[in-house]
């Protein structure tokens, strides 16, 4: 098992993507909202990005940004939840099984930690 703790408690959104983004991924809103102004509007959106687009996404959101202190962040243990979400919505593709942002959580995500280790 891995030895990720759940980030501390955030309030959580009515939209179940956003949701997913923030917790259990570690994004605040605005760092979540920036990866849906960039088109990421839910799981499937993802199955046609690879590991390294989602880096290179997280770059450009954050090169694209303005610096100061309502600056968007990205924390960097966030980066591997992305792609743990990334992986789960391609795994459930791949099986035709749904991929509902309200069913990625913290244990789905600490599954996918172990799959992707394999």
């Known amino acids: 098992m891995s030895d990720i703790e759940p980030d501390e408690e955030v309030e959580v959104p009515q939209d179940p993507f956003l949701a997913a983004l923030m917790d259990p991924c570690g994004l605040n809103e605005d760092a979540?909202?920036?990866?849906?102004?960039?088109g990421i509007v839910g799981p499937g959106n993802f199955l046609a990005m690879t590991?390294?687009?989602?880096?290179n996404l997280v770059k450009h959101i954050l090169k694209s940004n303005l610096p100061g202190p309502n600056a968007i962040r990205i924390p960097f243990n966030s980066v591997p939840k992305l792609k743990a979400f990334w992986y789960w919505a391609v795994v459930h593709d791949h099986c035709d099984m749904p991929t509902e942002a309200e069913d990625f959580d913290y244990e789905v995500m600490l599954e996918m930690f172990e799959l992707i280790k394999e």
Do not use: K, S, V
């Open 32 to 38: 979540a909202n920036a990866l849906i102004a960039q």
């Open 51 to 55: 590991e390294g687009e989602i880096d």
